[in-house]
Antibody, heavy 120, light 108 residues
Framework: EVQLVESGGDLVQPGGSLRLSCTASGFTFSSHSMNWVRQAPGKGLEWVAY????????YFADSVKGRFALSRDNAKESLYLQLYSLRDEDTAVYYC?????????????WGQGTMVSVSS | EIVLTQSPGTLSLSPGERATLSCRAS???????LAWYQQKPGQAPRLLIYGASSRATGIPDRFSGSGSGTDFTLTISRLEPEDFAVYYC?????????FGQGTKVEIK
């Protein structure tokens, strides 16, 4: 079964850090670009970050640029999002999502999401 | 950044009716890199349409997408009870890969 499973969400204080993971199964992870998308409670979808299949291209939304880091380990079929200097407005469900091909593509497979809560 | 504006915000319809959802981009979207997603409460989004008009795997043919340039439409020909949800358009051709604010299709 083609699947993405996120983990690492937690309650963290403002200014804190967190590492989210996304583990893939059922497909050739190294052939696909990957993304993170977040959704604040009761709000719409916000694209957060993108990484190409070989990690040669990485992009971030302006709202997280300089505070988040993105990496992947194709041998472990895993994607990582490191969150630093967390703010209240980073509170959201974070989804990892597969791009249809190595470079771009619509997001055809989504994980179930992991909740990040930033609060003192 | 390409801004996507969806209309209407909420669509109140009855099962069996036709739904027409609009997505307008602030600038032309290259190669029709426009997708539509469906999201139900408590669930992850699901890809319906990519490339403006291609249905994703397993998506019923009552869902269709059209448009190019800056104006795109998602049509649900006859609403089934399971189609009542929130729908998002997204451009994925260049970063930031922006989403529209969503259209909620609710039961009238």
């Amino acid at each position: 079964e083609v699947q993405l499973v996120e983990s690492g969400g937690d309650l963290v204080q403002p200014g804190g850090s967190l590492r989210l993971s996304c583990t893939a199964s059922g497909f050739t992870f190294s052939s696909h670009s990957m993304n993170w998308v977040r959704q604040a409670p009761g709000k719409g979808l916000e694209w957060v970050a993108y990484i190409s299949s070989s990690s040669s291209s990485i992009y971030f939304a302006d709202s997280v640029k300089g505070r988040f880091a993105l990496s992947r380990d194709n041998a472990k079929e895993s994607l990582y999002l490191q969150l630093y200097s967390l703010r209240d407005e980073d509170t959201a469900v974070y989804y990892c999502a597969r791009g249809q091909d190595w470079n771009t593509g619509a997001f055809d497979i989504w994980g179930q999401g992991t909740m990040v809560s930033v609060s003192s | 950044e390409i801004v996507l504006t969806q209309s209407p915000g909420t669509l109140s319809l009855s099962p069996g009716e036709r739904a027409t959802l609009s997505c307008r981009a602030s600038q032309s979207i290259s190669s029709s890199y426009l997708a539509w997603y469906q999201q139900k409460p408590g669930q992850a989004p699901r890809l319906l349409i990519y490339g403006a008009s291609s249905r994703a795997t397993g998506i019923p043919d009552r869902f269709s997408g059209s448009g190019s340039g800056t104006d795109f439409t998602l049509t649900i020909s006859r609403l089934e009870p399971e189609d009542f949800a929130v729908y998002y358009c997204q451009q994925y051709g260049r970063a930031p890969k922006t989403f529209g604010q969503g259209t909620k299709v609710e039961i009238k």
